[in-house]
């Protein structure tokens, strides 16, 4: 297995990635397809097709800032899934970067064991639970991170969303859809 990483506009996936990007998150965690688009012409954005053979096995949207980043979307295709390949992207993204956090739905009720799966698997590949929850657009987060020595702080939270751009307008309109400046951790 020899992954590759191109970024979207480089892609020739760009209608499976955003098919899987739709059928991964649901309506409610996404942000519209064309911000991520827009935003990922940003420096510390990348938004990247991931290929195996030439195939469209996943995808990833990252933000980086100061000595942190953070896994926004990570997605891999549902027939590719059990194979590895999920953690071979996490395995490629901690030798890159130090410090790694992502925020994943709270596990309060799970009928079909899918957000306990989730988890289990950010933690087997190298992801920490920080006893870190925030409420954002009405849904509760936990966050994990790769980094045990790293507490995660209300600006960090912040950071996610106004690192994504430097433009006024997509601030405001990120800001009109998610808690940018109105994030608080929760019990």
Not at 27 to 54: G, H, M, T, Y
Not at 82 to 97: A, P
Not at 159 to 178: A, E, L, P, V
Request: charged share 35%; with cysteine.
């Amino acid at each position: 297995m020899k992954l590759e990483y191109i970024e979207y506009f480089k892609s020739k996936h760009k209608s499976e990635i955003k098919k899987l990007y739709i059928k991964s998150f649901p309506k409610s965690e996404r942000f519209p397809f064309w911000i991520l688009k827009q935003c990922s012409k940003q420096e510390n954005v990348s938004f990247n097709a991931i290929l195996d053979d030439d195939k469209l096995i996943g995808m990833q949207y990252i933000i980086t800032y100061e000595n942190m980043t953070y896994l926004m979307y990570f997605a891999i295709e549902e027939n590719r899934r059990r194979n590895g390949y999920g953690s071979k992207v996490l395995e490629d993204l901690m030798k890159k970067y130090e410090t790694i956090i992502l925020s994943i739905e709270r596990i309060k009720e799970d009928l079909r064991g899918n957000k306990e799966r989730r988890k289990s698997f950010y933690i087997r590949n190298g992801f920490i639970e920080t006893n870190k929850f925030i409420k954002d657009a009405g849904i509760e987060y936990e966050m994990l991170c790769t980094n045990k020595n790293y507490n995660i702080t209300k600006e960090d939270l912040e950071k996610r969303y106004t690192k994504m751009t430097d433009s006024k307008i997509m601030k405001y309109i990120i800001g009109k859809m998610f808690n940018v400046y109105n994030i608080n951790f929760i019990n």
